[in-house]
């Protein structure tokens, strides 16, 4: 019975309203039974010896097995319980597929399907101000409190590109507001080319640090830091140079004592552009007729270094 009494404490106010609906049920067959034995009766007060010989025959019933069995009334009230509860769970979980199918994850693959659910490629493509859950992540590791830039200043920009897998991944950058509307519509127009982007996650997956990232051929924009080696602000500190598939066209500088600084230090290959490597940027390439015609210089035209996965916005 403490069994019984522990459930309808569990029970929120609609499932009490269940149980006595239930159980109205049950004694719907000995209440019209005892209707017509009122007809006897009529409605004069028992007196004790018929309340004794009800008492009794009350007695008699359940022993004989008659009446109410509370048993099947609990058995019946668990099973309803059990079916709402299942309903319930498939409903949470459909709902957590439909926003798991939503959520902008990058680095994830998506399918035409996922792209109809997003409300179709055009809405797959855009900017928006900073959302609390990426302005979140970025504390500390691509944003650190500054006087030069704020959240106000930056955009987070959505977009799906391809890779040589030949599947549409989704990626997002975090850029200038000044820029935002060009960078989208050059990743739109890379993506409508089908141009191989392997990556494009916000550095802070890497804890903001430039050099793995570039080790993973990450593609991205906003890092509040200074120019390697020195304390000037990168052009990435304020969100206006873009960095394109990182490894394949790295950054390198020969100092003056013949050796030569490499980043990423892995990329030392793809230093020498004189041969065929997937990646490759270079004056024919789509992503620097783009850029260039958007406005931006390219790191690869440079003198003093050559930064090929570098475009940045040519300022007046
Ligand atoms: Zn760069």
Known sequence: ???YREMVQDMDDRQKLELVSILIESVKPAVAKTEADDEEYSLRPFTMEELNARIDQAEAEIAAGLGIDDEDVWHELEEEFAREDAEEDARQLAAYH????LAWQAGRTV?????????GIEKCFAAEPIPDGVWARMQGKTYKENPYIGRDDLRHVRALHWDYDNQMHVGEMVVNAQIADRVVTILR???????????MLLPDVYDADDETQMRDNNSSCFCYRAVAGTTVLSKHARGLAVDINTLYNPYYKDRDDGTRYIQPAT???????TWDFPYKIDHDDLCFRLFTAA???WGGDWTSCKDYQHFELIEE
């Open 111 to 119: 399918s035409q399907s996922d792209v109809d659910a997003f409300g």
């Open 189 to 199: 127009q890379l993506f409508d080319a089908k141009y191989p982007i392997q990556r």
């Open 1 to 3: 019975m403490s069994y």
């Open 98 to 101: 439909k926003e798991e199918q």
């Open 267 to 273: 990329a030392a290959d793809y230093c020498d552009r």
């Open 295 to 297: 406005g931006f210089e």
